[in-house]
T-cell receptor
Framework: DTAVSQTPKYLVTQMGNDKSIKCEQN?????MYWYKQDSKKFLKIMFS???????INETVPNRFSPKSPDKAHLNLHINSLELGDSAVYFC?????????FGPGTRLTVT | QKEVEQDPGPLSVPEGAIVSLNCTYS??????FMWYRQYSRKGPELLMY????GNKEDGRFTAQVDKSSKYISLFIRDSQPSDSATYLC?????????????FGQGTTLQVKP
């Protein structure tokens, strides 16, 4: 029983394309997040939603647009992909305390 | 200066050694401190969670927080090859749930049999 799941696991695409990553959590948590991990393993918050409401929106290009249809789902759509978007994107959820992370989506932009 | 500093390593130790992993931080408002373990090509998993200063022990793992020095540590006793992973410290100032969680860069640990 996967607590936080993401699809796809791997995504290889060309510059300029638009792509989406989906996330679902079955933990009943109210808060969900998107994090970006670069090649140096540095994890950085991108967005946070609490009960479908956006509460953290870091300095992220507006090509990135999160959407939360309900509190168990948080999707990330990326327009006009650039080489610098290549990274691992992690979805996470929390209720109180630490974050529970998904397995990650490895995005490669060529 | 980064808010959270962590030596990326790599750190290589023999099996059975005591491992000490550390982070320093600059924001005195941080109150919630965590350690995550991340295996290669996996998501981070929460190992230890502490609030404010003090020690917390869980099996072979001990987390220490010294707010006066702005320094946190994770000790691993009797290290095993299965402990080989990247260890990330993380901390938050306000609400542990909705506040921003700031991560260190992670320390890569290798435990050799």
């Amino acid at each position: 029983d996967t607590a936080v799941s993401q699809t796809p696991k791997y995504l290889v695409t060309q510059m300029g394309n638009d792509k989406s990553i989906k996330c679902e959590q079955n933990l009943g948590h109210d808060t969900m997040y998107w994090y970006k991990q670069d090649s140096k393993k540095f994890l950085k918050i991108m967005f946070s939603y609490n009960n479908k409401e956006l509460i953290i929106n870091e300095t992220v290009p507006n090509r990135f647009s999160p959407k939360s249809p309900d509190k168990a789902h948080l999707n990330l759509h990326i327009n006009s992909l650039e080489l610098g978007d290549s990274a691992v994107y992690f979805c996470a959820s929390s209720q109180a305390g630490g974050r529970f992370f998904g397995p990650g989506t490895r995005l490669t932009v060529t | 200066q980064k808010e959270v500093e962590q030596d990326p390593g790599p750190l290589s130790v023999p099996e059975g050694a005591i491992v000490s992993l550390n982070c320093t931080y600059s924001n005195s408002a941080f109150q919630y401190f965590m350690w995550y373990r991340q295996y290669s090509r996996k998501g981070p998993e929460l190992l230890m969670y502490t609030y404010s200063s003090g020690n917390k022990e869980d099996g072979r793992f001990t987390a220490q927080v010294d707010k006066s020095s702005k320094y946190i540590s994770l000790f691993i006793r009797d290290s095993q090859p299965s402990d080989s992973a990247t260890y990330l410290c993380a901390m938050s100032d306000g609400s542990s749930n909705t506040g921003k969680l700031i991560f260190g860069q992670g320390t890569t640990l290798q435990v050799k049999p």
